[in-house]
């Protein structure tokens, strides 16, 4: 895949650009902001209709200074990529969609609002640690960027959590540390890049995405773009008790986290005695791995574990990933709508002791079921089925099931899902939604899931407050 305009922004001037999936995370509204500001001459050509857009729309046209060259909404067509001298796609196109192959036959240079970034961070000489992995990115991210500012005064953070840093370019100035996740989605689009980043994490390896990478050894590949394209100076993180990555090739200096045998931090090998969680505010022990990487990248840079506690005691708990919502009528309401994998929903029902009512399905990226209906039968005290996975999730409970005893049922829909949810939990119960899948199908996102999550809660409250 070719490169564009490698750190020099001004080169888009007067280009011809199309910008394919304008999205609803924001990323797809900063990038067109930013191509127009550049000068460049910009299409949007979308699938989705006009009314799923109107917002996104809203937040992109009240302030351009000058108009899109073209705007096509309900599908793309040609005409829209023939004269495209640079095409920046929605890092959840695959890699095989028509248009891509299109863009390839004809020589047409391919990116995304991620490498728009990348390219002016690196051009600005700013620092980047980036964080990748199947599950844990996006708390290590944000747990390291908490770190970093601490010790630095300032640290930005962006990249897969949502939204865009391209907005707050003028907010970065050289030498200061960005910290970016990045799926698989986004290193496959971002491999012709120079990716010589100062930091770069793997929290952990294991199937996933397999809907869209098609293959293992696809996925896998592009987690490790993140690796291969550091330099010598580089700082590679990796898991020490993730067999599936820890031996991953580097070109940068290796470090290691994990835990000891009695649940202890190793931050590059060294145990560390700290009530970490305690002052994370986070719950559930599979976040002292997410600890540990983002304290093994601070020792990396020698910052001292002073400035860690105090980093790691500022670290405020990010949306949607095992957030405590609030409590009613004796029941305690958690969002993991974030926990897209098994392996993630698998490590919340570990994080608590009282009986849990679960929220589990969605659509299917290919992932095995197996594992998370085991845990989900010897964890939950009732499941709540929902989504395309369903139907798997129901035949590999039933392959658990003892004597005659059902712990779960199947909802058409969201609110019959929270509906079925709340009227079999009692007082002490947990109420978790945690997926193990992505929203596909029934939602635009996990965002929106965990939002509607939230929503059900607060209707539940304002219905009957006395609880």
Known sequence: MQSIFPGNPAALSGRRVTLMGLGTFGGGVAAARYLIDCGASLTITDTASQEKMSEALEQLCGDLD??????T???????????????????????????LK??????????TELGLLWNELRSNKVKIAAITGSNGKST?????????????????????????????????????????????????????????????????????????????????????????????????VLNADD???????????????GLTEDGRLLVNEKPIDWP???????KGHHHLANIAAAMTAAEALNIPLEAMEQGLRQYKPLPHRLQWIGEHAGRNFYNDSLATTPESAMAALQAFDEPIVLLAGG?????????????????????????????QLTDYLTQQQEAELQTWSIAKCFDEAMQQAWRV???????????????????RDFRERGERFVEYYHKLAIEDPSN
């Open 102 to 111: 299109f863009a390839r036959e004809n020589s047409i240079p391919v990116t």
């Open 73 to 99: 909404l309900g599908g793309h067509v040609e005409g829209d990529f023939r004269e495209a001298e640079l095409l920046v796609v929605n890092p959840a196109v695959r890699p095989d969609n028509q248009w």
């Open 66 to 71: 000058r108009p899109l060259e073209r705007l």
């Open 276 to 282: 970490v969680l305690e002052w994370t505010g986070l």
């Open 363 to 391: 659509s299917d990226k290919g992932s095995d079921l197996r594992p998370f209906a085991g845990a989900m039968f010897e964890r939950c005290k009732q499941i709540v089925l929902m989504g395309e996975t369903a139907g």
């Open 243 to 257: 067999p599936n990555s820890r031996d991953w090739i580097t070109k940068g200096k290796r470090s290691f986290f």
């Open 140 to 236: 290590t991210s944000a747990l390291l960027q908490s770190i970093l500012k601490e010790h630095f005064g300032t640290a930005h953070l962006g990249g897969n959590l949502g939204g865009s840093l391209l907005p707050h370019l003028s907010e970065i100035r050289c030498g200061e540390w960005v910290v970016l996740e990045v799926s698989s989605f986004q290193l496959h689009y971002l491999q012709s890049l120079p990716l010589a980043t100062d930091i770069a994490v793997v929290t952990n390896f294991s199937p996933n995405h397999l809907d869209w990478h098609k293959t293992l050894n696809h996925y896998r590949g592009c987690k490790q773009v993140l690796l291969q394209n550091q330099d010598d100076a580089g700082i590679a």
């Open 425 to 443: 939990s009692e007082p002490g119960d947990i109420i978790l939604l945690s997926p193990g899948c992505a929203s596909y199908g029934w939602f």
